[in-house]
């Protein structure tokens, strides 16, 4: 459902496993981050009616979502620590030519947004089905469910916002981009790493 090219390697888990509390730490910061793509969304265009109603719905649910991992830091006598560079987004924002038409910088923004959040998607059902914590996995289990159809909203939006044919091959050329990304990651206690 998702395309992704490579996915996951599940030893991945393995290293969650042995560092919680730095997945917490990451997965809050791109709870946080997925709300801040919103709102610059939200500023960026804010002509387009339908996308700034959707974003407002998520900038509230990324920001839920960020609390709840807040709080599991907290139940576990953690802080949230502080944000590191995340280098999966760093190395797939390369991909698209800066500049062009606003239509375009919005389809190729709403392109990287629906791949981080399948990406997302893809190692939360990883951590549903294999974390030996059954809270953990069934708290990622939900999240999973809500990060799937965060990553279908934006690449419908891209779709609809410019023209299906070159955002397709577009999205083709972005998902085999993000394999090779991910051939060098998978190593790192960090949600996309």
């Not at 800066?98 to 990406?119: C, D, F, M, N, P």
Request: hydrophobic share 40%.
């Amino acid at each position: 459902m998702l395309g992704l090219k490579l996915p996951t390697d599940p030893r991945w888990v393995n290293i969650v496993e042995k560092n919680i509390e730095d997945i917490l730490v990451d997965h809050a910061y791109c709870e946080q981050k997925a709300a801040s793509t919103a709102i610059s969304l939200i500023v960026g265009f804010p002509e387009y009616t339908e996308l700034v109603q959707e974003m407002v719905e998520l900038v509230n649910e990324e920001m839920s979502h960020f609390k709840m991992v807040h709080d599991l830091l907290l139940e576990n006598g953690w802080t949230l620590g502080r944000d590191r560079k995340d280098d999966y987004v760093i190395s797939l924002i390369t991909f698209f030519p800066k500049g062009g038409s606003r239509t375009t910088q919005l389809v190729h923004r709403l392109l990287y947004a629906a791949l981080i959040e399948a990406r997302s998607c893809e190692r939360f059902r990883l951590l549903s089905e294999e974390l030996e914590d059954k809270k953990l996995a069934k708290f990622y289990k939900k999240l999973m469910i809500s990060e799937a159809g965060h990553y279908t909203m934006f690449l419908n939006f891209a779709r609809k916002y410019g023209d299906r044919k070159d955002v397709d091959q577009k999205w083709e050329e972005l998902l085999n981009f993000e394999a090779d990304i991910m051939r060098n990651l998978g190593s790192k206690e960090t949600i996309h790493g």
